[in-house]
């Protein structure tokens, strides 16, 4: 996974050596001239569960303001979650592309009419693991990502679902480097511009590490930004340069998205009494060569949603494309 700084990127109010995290800026106010690209971006682990129509429609409401749906699923049952989704947008948005394996599920939609705007789309998926008692894995862990221009604007969607388990930290930060070595690697062409900007969702599974879930369960009502800052392996791991170098992430203010009972907001209360952990995120670079700033309008979890054992998580981010001739004149 490359290093490179992230450039252009406003409102950080806490830093890290890998990931940067990012504050909420409700405006979309930018210092130079240029165009605006609007994206919204879901993740939702749905935990093989069959959910309503009416917990899509809310995974979906509201985006009929926004340039780019991304939606990432991973454990997704045996259904035609595609379709279902394209008739909650019927009426407004048309899916421009998808990259599914199995479980793994990845889709961009756009208003109806935008096809013109899209060129370059191409994509990849890998896999992980394989076998159980002679049976394939449905539950697929690995990614699946879109490429693809929009308005000129190169970017990369990757959907990933990585190990679970507290103590599979090393598996995940090695699976998250194949990841990015792997993907659209094939007939790589050394000539083609890369992306101006690369945005990773899903369950990557980073747990808090090293307290039981009482005391956990305790700091979520308590002091969430101390167990946030002190034991979430994913912010640990990037403190030490292991993984997402030069990402950012918006501030999480919501409470931990896993592990729920099915059909309500409380956490498990199963046997296993796992602790509650961030597991679903969503992460963007912005390239420096690319001319791009970044405005983050919102970063939440959607609570209303029970289907399933995690919560989905919502990013509203907004692109602006510098235009330095204008700043010229």
């Not at 165009?35 to 129509?53: D, R």
């Not at 592990?259 to 296993?272: C, E, F, L």
């Not at 420096?288 to 970044?294: L, V």
């Amino acid at each position: 996974m490359r290093s490179s700084d992230v450039m252009n990127t406003h409102l950080a109010t806490h830093h890290h050596e890998g990931i940067r995290t990012v504050g909420v800026d409700k405006l979309c106010n930018f210092s130079s001239t240029g165009s605006v690209l609007s994206m919204c971006i879901v993740t939702w682990n749905m935990n093989g569960k069959v959910s309503t129509q009416l917990d899509l429609a809310k995974l979906v409401g509201g985006v009929g303001k926004f340039d780019l749906l991304v939606i990432g699923l991973q454990e997704v049952p045996r259904y035609d979650v595609a379709r279902v989704l394209q008739e909650a947008l019927v009426e407004t948005h048309s899916l421009l592309g998808k990259s599914i394996m199995q479980s793994l599920q990845l889709f961009v939609f756009a208003p109806k009419n935008y096809e013109l705007f899209i060129t370059e789309i191409r994509v990849d998926k890998l896999a992980f693991g394989g076998l159980l008692g002679g049976m394939l894995l449905r539950r697929k862990k690995g990614a699946v990502a879109i490429s693809m221009k929009f308005k000129g604007i190169h970017m990369v969607f990757i959907c990933c679902h990585l190990s679970a388990h507290e103590g599979n930290v090393e598996e995940r930060n090695s699976e998250l480097h194949h990841i990015s070595e792997s993907l659209f690697s094939k007939n790589r062409n050394p000539y083609a511009s890369p992306s101006q900007i690369t945005v990773w969702l899903g369950d990557l599974n980073y747990r808090i590490q090293g307290l039981d879930t009482l005391p956990v369960r305790n700091l979520i009502h308590k002091n969430l930004h101390r167990l946030l800052t002190s034991k979430d392996q994913l912010l640990q791991e990037a403190e030490r340069g292991h993984i997402f170098n030069g990402y950012c992430e918006g501030t999480l203010a919501f409470k931990p998205t896993y592990k729920y009972n099915v059909g309500s907001s409380n956490y498990d209360t199963s046997y296993k009494i796992r602790v509650p952990s961030w597991t679903d995120r969503i992460l963007f670079k912005i390239e420096k060569y690319g001319d791009i700033e970044a405005t983050l309008h919102s970063y939440e979890s959607i609570d209303s949603i029970h289907s399933s054992d995690h919560k989905p998580v919502k990013a509203h981010l907004c692109l602006n494309v510098v235009d330095h001739d204008k700043l010229k004149s």
